[in-house]
Each structure stands twice: as C-alpha cells, then as structure tokens.
C-alpha cells in the first residue's frame, strides 16, 4: 500500500500540479519583500530629495500682493467683562500680470538626483476701490490707517533678494517677512500702509526665488494672467487649471494661463478667511489650494517608478517560467523536484532586486538587460546541470529571454500595455494549447510519465 502510494505521488501530474501551484503561492513572500525594499529605496530617495529641498528651497506656491484691513469686535463674555478682538477683511487685487522665467537645474544627494530651480517672476497689477464695499457688510469700523498689504509665498527660506512694493511709480515699500494673519496666506511677507488716503492704485514687485520640483500661483487676481518660460523640457502641468497655451521643445517649454474671477469660487474682497471657506464649501478642501495652479520638474526617467511596474509583473513571470519547465519536464519525460522549482522561482524573484540595484548606478535599460543577462545565464545552466540536454537548455533560455523581452515592451508602452499584454497571454496561451493538444492527461495521472497517446516526441 504504501509502495502503490509513493509511487502515485512521484508520477502524479495532479500533486504535481499542486505542489507547483503552492510554490507559486510561496514565493508571493519574497516577491513582496522585494516590492517594500523598492518602496524603502524610494522612500530613502525623497528623504534625500527633501534634504537637499529644505536647504535650497521647498515646492513654492506664489500668492498675489493682497490689501488687509483690521477691524476691532467688543464681546461680552461670560464673566460680564469686555473683550475685544482684531479681525481682518481683506482685498484681492483687480488685474494680475505674472511673467516668470525658470532656471532649473540638477543636483546629486548621494545616489540621488534633485531637481531644483530658479525663478526671475515679475507680479504686475492693481486694486480697485472696495472699501465701501466692505463697510456695508459690517457695522464695524475699517481700520484704514491700520492696513497692511501682504504676499504669500509657501517658502520664504528661497528668497534670494529683498522684495519691493511699488505703488503707481512712486512710493516704494520693504516687505518685511510674516504675516498679520492667516486667514489667506500660512506663510509670507508684509509690510503695514495708511490707505486713509488712497486705496486704489497700480503696484509692482519682483522675486528671486529658489525652489524644487513645482512651482504653483494663486489666481486671486479678478483677471489673473501668468506666463512661464523655462529651459525644462519635461514640464508636467498640474493644479485646477491647465495652460490655454503650451509649447515643448527639445530646448524648454512656454506656457499661458488666463483665469478669471468667474473661474473660481470665491469673491475679489471678504471677511477672515473667506477663501478657504468657499473652497470648502464647493470642494471640501481646507487648505486654500484648490485653485492653485503651475507645474511640476519631473525627471525623464523615474527608475524607482519603471521598477515598480516591473515587479508587478513578477508574479505572472514566475507563473510563465513555471509552467513552461513543467511542459518540459511533461514532454521529455525528465523529473524535476519541487525544490528546484522554487530555486528557478528564487531565480526570477533575484532578477528584480538585481534590476533595482544596478538601476541605482547606470539608467533603467542598461540594469534591466543585465539583470536578464545574469538571470537567463544562471537558469539555463541549471537547466543544463538538470535536465543534461542541451536542445532543451537552449529552448528554456529562448523562452526566458521572450518573456524579459515581452515584459519591457510592456513597461515601455504605457499607453497600450493593457493592449499589448492581453494580446501576449493569448498568443501564449494558444501556443501552450496548441503543443500539449495530443498529451492524454488521464493516462499521465494514473501511470507514469512515459505513456502517452500520440505525445510530442521528446526534445533531446
């Protein structure tokens, strides 16, 4: 009984079948070990990223210069005493004229390249008289003489020269840095002016200012105008509004925008912070960002992002190779242990973290043909060491050499990988059909592996 029974268990195509499948299913553990390293890499890469970032100067979002008028409240409170508070309204400007022009360049971080740039951005524009407007919406007094006007800008570590405000030509102002509030800007400058006077009038100011990766704008303008032009020639255009104008060449990029009041929702002038509460109203966005708009440094090439993808697939590339040593070992009548299965499943699983290392030194294509170099080579002599017939080593390797084929021209078509790997699997699924046709799996299951109705001749 027991002779009957190991001898079913080494010929048994059913069990073996089994056992390859919970081998798949085992070597699902390293393959997801091999995921998270690529995720801690990545990780180690933006940690270097923001180093680098926070010394030269974060992701900048540029607000527009903004009028800030306090006004004072009387509160009674529960002890009957009197408390006052400072509240502010505030005014966004008429017209914005923003012209910009991007320097980026590239910095190594160890292993790691940042992206960083330089902005010359020139803010023209003007503000009309609201302040009546203002007044009938609060029984308040509006502290003219108490006002201040205010920038935001999401980083004042990239400032590289002092900031001046000039009003109609002739008065000049220094902004100081912080703001009175934070009502519309977390981050910024400031400087205190008496609109007792005069609270229309045209303004200018320039920056220089250093970031890294993006660069945003605040359409607080009624007729909010910018136009960038940079020497990166890989721009992604990103935030609630796309360019109405973009041009990409080989040697930069240009884009427009043109946004109008009516575009987003929130009015020209308001009480606290009015702005985050109609974005919240109409998006449920608390940060006041939801109308900010600009674009994004991305690199070329993002190894980490092609590894990824790459090892998504590693799962359907251990099943692939699997089945097709099994057909191998179906056809030429050759054993193969389940330990050696999992030494060619380890084998594939090896060839990602080969691919993730050497990526880490020279570009993506150069450590993917390596890695399938090595990786081909070593199963294929183990092949040979098992199996000793060199006509079928030779196939495994054409086999394996294919599919590394196949699963890069996946990853380089994005666009149609879907496509392309649809197609694939039925064109390998057909072949398989197609060679095991005449295999009569009954009598493979219930003898040993020599008997067979009309089987394929075997590859020696």
């Known amino acids: 009984m027991s002779s009957n029974f190991n001898t079913w268990a080494r010929t048994s195509i059913t069990l073996k079948l089994v056992i390859i499948g919970i081998l798949v299913l085992v070597l699902l553990i390293p393959t997801n070990m091999v995921q998270n390293l690529i995720q801690e890499r990545e990780t180690t890469r933006d940690s270097a990223v923001s180093e680098v970032a926070s010394k030269w100067g974060m992701d900048q979002t540029i607000g527009t210069p903004i009028i800030s008028i306090p006004y004072y409240t009387v509160v009674v409170n529960a002890n009957n005493q009197k408390e006052t508070y400072r509240n502010y309204a505030h ?3 008429d017209d914005i004229k923003i012209k910009t022009k991007l320097v980026p360049s590239t910095k190594k971080r160890g292993l790691y390249e940042v992206v960083l740039y330089n902005t010359q951005v020139s803010i023209l524009g003007s503000f009309k008289s609201e302040i009546q407007n203002l007044q009938q919406k609060t029984s308040n007094t509006l502290r003219l003489d108490q006002a201040c006007i205010q920038l935001g800008i999401s980083d004042l570590k990239g400032l590289k020269d002092v ?20 009502d519309i800007y977390n981050s910024g400058m400031s400087f205190p002016i008496d609109l007792t006077a005069k609270d229309a009038f045209a303004f200018s100011c320039n920056l220089n200012l250093n970031g890294s990766t ?25 935030g609630a509004f796309l360019p109405d104008t973009s041009i990409t060449t080989e040697t930069g990029s240009y884009a427009r ?64 190779t699997v089945v097709a040593f099994f057909f191998v070992e179906i056809i030429n009548k050759k054993k193969i242990h389940p330990i050696q299965y999992l030494l060619i499943g380890f084998g594939i699983v090896l060839f990602y973290v080969l691919l993730l290392s050497i990526s880490e030194h020279t570009n993506f294509e150069t450590a993917y043909w390596i890695s399938c170099a090595g ?80 089987a394929p001749e075997s590859l020696d």
């Open 91 to 93: 005014i966004l400007p």
């Open 163 to 182: 900031v001046q405000f000039n009003m109609d030509g002739t008065d000049t102002f220094e902004f100081n840095p912080g703001v009175p509030n934070t």
């Open 214 to 238: 993006s660069l945003h704008f605040q359409p607080y303008g009624k007729k909010t105008m910018v136009e960038l032009t940079t020497t990166w020639a890989n721009p992604s255009y990103q």
């Open 257 to 320: 925008w043109k946004i109008l009041q009516l575009n987003r929702n929130y009015p020209q002038y308001g009480f606290g912070d009015f702005i985050r509460q109609s974005e919240r109203a109409a998006a449920n966005i608390t940060d006041g960002q939801a109308s900010s708009f600009g674009l994004r440094l991305i690199l070329p090439v993002d190894q980490y992002q092609k590894i990824t993808r790459s090892a998504k697939y590693s799962i359907m590339f251990i099943l692939l």
């Open 375 to 454: 990786i081909v080579l070593l199963i294929s002599l183990y092949t040979q060491s098992m199996l000793r017939k060199i006509k079928v080593t030779l196939l495994i390797a054409a086999i394996l050499s294919t599919l590394y084929v196949f699963f890069y021209a996946l990853l380089q078509l994005q666009d149609f990988s879907l496509l392309m790997g649809s197609i694939g699997l039925f064109i390998i699924l057909a072949v398989t059909m197609y060679l095991t046709r005449n295999i009569d799996w009954y009598k493979e299951d219930n003898s040993s592996t020599e008997n067979f109705s009309a």
